[in-house]
Each structure stands twice: as C-alpha cells, then as structure tokens.
C-alpha cells in the first residue's frame, strides 16, 4: 500500500525543468543579437577567420604555421565572445528604449555598491513620467524618463523630498532619453557610475534607508499604470 503512494504522488510530481547549459544561454543571446542586428553572423565569423588568418601568416613568417594558428585560436573565441556582448547589450537596449520602466531594467545590470529601487519613487498618472532612485556613495541619484519639459518638474520635486530627509547629501538629477541635454539609455548605467564618491559604504546604507522609509509613507502606485512591464533578460544584457 505504502509502495503503491509513493508510486502514485511520483506520477502526479510535476516533472523537473531541465538546467539550460552556458551553450543554451549562449545560443538565446546569439539570437536575441540577430533578430536586432542581422549582420552580427557575419561580423562573428569576419573576426574568427581574421584573427586565423593573422595567426597563419605570423606562423608563416617564424617557420611554425600550425602552432602558430593553434594559438591563436582561443584569442579568436575571446574576442568573439566579447564582440558578441557588446552587440548582445546594444540590442538588449534598443529592444527597451523608450518604453516605460527601461531605466529600471537598465539600473538592474548596475555593479555591487548600490541601492536601486525596482519600483518608481515618483510618477506621473497622467502622462506616466517616472522617476527611479538610486543610492550609492556618489550620492542620490534621480533617473527621470519622459520628455525634458515635463520630467524636470517631476525630477525636481522630488530632489526637494530627497533633500528634506537627507539635507547634506548630494543629489543627481539624470534624464533619460534623446532629446537635447538627456541622457540615452545605453549610457545611464555608465553614466552613473562615472559620479564622484562622496559618502562612505555606511553612510550609503543609513541614507537609503531613510529614504525607504520615506517611500514607505507614500500611496501606492495608482491602478492602470504598471512602468514596469518591459522587462528584459538581464543575463542578455550582460551579453551571456
């Protein structure tokens, strides 16, 4: 009887999903890149064979034609793999630019030392302009998207919140788009990162943390308005 359950609660188990292998992850990226970028095949197989080529004539001219080529060939998978993230993450950022809540998923590939809220800290029902926030030890800084006459005066409302609960920390206001003075998705992220330190890796923590709080006491975004739904395979945008 007991075998006879266990057999029965194995048949009703949901099967186990199979792990993707790096080659599995590897092969989407590379898909994911050709459907934005249809040359990217051809840009892939021009570097392998060049950097063959060079190795073969180099082997030619020291007398040692094979070894030469056999070295060669892990410089011509390195540089590959590293055309093939560029690429991946320029069509992971044109695959989200201009759709509400790309700032976010930009914000997600951000390196370790930083706190960035998933949901907006600010929004517009209206026309939903949002704004992002992130804490690091640059300071606070505001990621605005929507156009430049409209999301400044969401921006700088909120650096007035900001700087109420946090008066002697830095505020960046960051807009996001390609109108004059704004800054294009693809570049946020480096952007961001390009800011001058000027706290320490604990006051970052008690300055997020008060602003959390702040958040906290705030309504919660009005129904209808999600800027969150685009959101891509952060993995792609690494280019793995």
């Keep these: 009887m007991a075998l006879k359950k266990k057999k029965d609660a194995a048949e009703g188990a949901a099967p186990k999903q199979k792990k993707k292998r790096w080659y599995h992850q590897l092969w989407e990226v590379f898909q994911m890149t050709r459907e934005a970028q249809p040359s990217i ?10 950097i063959l080529a060079v190795g073969l004539v180099i082997g030619l001219a020291v007398g040692h034609p094979v070894y030469v080529t056999l070295l060669s060939l892990p410089v011509a998978l390195i540089v590959v793999m590293l055309l093939l993230s560029r690429r991946a993450e320029r069509a992971a950022y044109s695959r989200i630019e201009g759709t509400p809540g790309a700032s976010a ?9 930083w706190n960035v809220e998933e949901q907006p800290v600010a ?11 992130a804490v690091g ?4 800084v505001l990621i605005g998207e929507g156009p430049s006459h409209r999301v400044k005066r969401l921006l700088e409302g ?6 109420r609960v946090a008066p002697n920390v830095t505020v960046h206001l960051v807009e996001v788009g390609r109108d004059e003075g704004q800054t294009p998705l693809p570049k946020l992220v480096r952007t961001i990162q390009k800011l001058r330190p000027t706290l320490t890796k604990a006051e970052v923590a008690a300055v997020a943390k008060r602003l959390r709080a702040l ?8 129904k209808g308005v999600d800027p ?3 959101r ?5 945008m690494r280019g793995r």
């Design 158 to 163: 909120e650096r007035k919140k900001v700087a």
């Design 232 to 236: 891509p395979d952060r993995k792609g």
């Design 41 to 50: 095949t051809w840009w892939l197989l021009g570097a392998f064979v060049g």
């Design 228 to 230: 969150l739904r685009a």
């Design 105 to 113: 998923s930009a914000l997600g590939t951000i390196r370790r030392g």
């Design 123 to 133: 929004i517009d029902p209206r026309t939903q302009d949002v704004v992002f926030r």
């Design 215 to 222: 958040q906290s006491s705030r309504p919660p975004i009005p």
């Design 137 to 140: 030890r640059p300071g606070v």
